[in-house]
Each structure stands twice: as C-alpha cells, then as structure tokens.
C-alpha cells in the first residue's frame, strides 16, 4: 500500500522564480492538502483540494496556486519566490466522507531554498 | 494571538521520566484535536486523537478540556525514542473542508 509520495526531495531555486511541486496521495484517499513549515514551526495550511476544486484555503498570497488531477494526484505552485518562501512543503491525503476524514497522512515533504 | 499555541521546550528528560505537554487553543468552535509527532527532518505522524474523555494508548495518555480550551499529552517511563517534537493540532470544520491548525510544536530530548 503506497503511502504519499512528493518530489522533489530537496529544491534549491533563485528570488523571482516558479517553482512546481508534486504529490501523489496514499492509496483510496482523494483529498490533497497542502501544507508550508518554516524551520522552528508548525505546519501552516496552503490549501486543500477535493474532485480537482480547490475547496478552502489558508492565508496564503495568489502567488501560491495549486491542482488536482483527475488521479488525485497534486501540484503546488509558487510564483515570484521570496526568500520568505524557503521552507518545507508537506502534502497530505485523506478521503473525504470517511469518518475519519480529518485523519491526514503526510507525505515526506520537498525542502525548498530560495536564494 | 496564535490560534494554537504551545510551550516550544526544549524540554530535556531523563529516561523513565514522566512529561506532560500543554496546548491551549482560541476558537471554541474546534472540533477535533490530535497530537501528531514530528521526528527531525521527517513528516509529522498522528500519535493520538485527543478525547473529552482522556484517552490512553499505552505509555501516553491525551486529555481535552474544552471549558478552558486546553489540551495535554502526558507520556509515562519516557524512552530514548520518544524524543521528537510533538504538534498539537485542532480542527474548526469549515463548511466540508477539515483544515488542521498546528501549534508551533513542543521539543523532547530524552537522555540517557
């Protein structure tokens, strides 16, 4: 059973580029939430997205925008990178309508440096 | 204020130990709250759901009091390899989605 799966591992990338990131969620789940955690910190919530919407987003600028694909799977997109950016990027899966829903299994994340 | 916030440590213990950790939250519109452990450079792990009833799960035991919006994880006999960092999150439902809101995370260093 393949758990989440994101790539790139690591990401080193200059102020002003874009950068794409991508996620497969865990097997059966069809629901991808995006999450960004500075060093020292929590996990803050990008954004989630559900049937290819995004469905709720986090106090995140425009410059961050992401899809779904119809296999579930998942992109992130940033946009004008800040050195603010430089963080690491965990995707979550889960499946909607199951009464655990909130239960979200994390993928192994992409360290972003933005130089 | 931050909507989820805990005491950043680090705290050092010995093995064997006994740790508590405190999360206090702001919207008592929460619904669900968990402790998830984060291990360096890895993804957090759900430990445990968090219940109004305390809940157990062999040398950890979570509580929630929702009058005072607080929630606690206590471990028993800490071992090495409890050392980590432990998020304490909260879940306010919003219309269909269930956004998880993480406070900045708790760090233990078990000693030998």
Redesign the interface.
Known sequence: DAGVTQSPTHLIKTRGQQVTLRCSPKSGHDTV?W?QQAL??????IF?Y?EEEE??R?NFPDRFSGHQFPNYSSELNVNALWLGDSALY?C?SSL?GAVY?????????TRLLVL | RKE?EQD?GPFNVPEGATVAFNCTYSNSASQ?F?WYRQDCR?????LMSVYSSGNEDGRFTAQLNRASQYISLLIRDSKLSDSATY?CVV?LS????????????TQLTVLP
């Open positions: 939430s999450y020292g910190q929590g996990p803050q919530f989630q559900y469905r709720q986090g965990l979550a909607q829903q909130e239960t979200q299994y994390f993928g192994p994340g | 989820v950043p669900s968990f890895k993804e957090p792990k759900l998020l879940i919003s219309g269909s989605a269930r956004q998880l809101t993480f406070g900045s995370g």
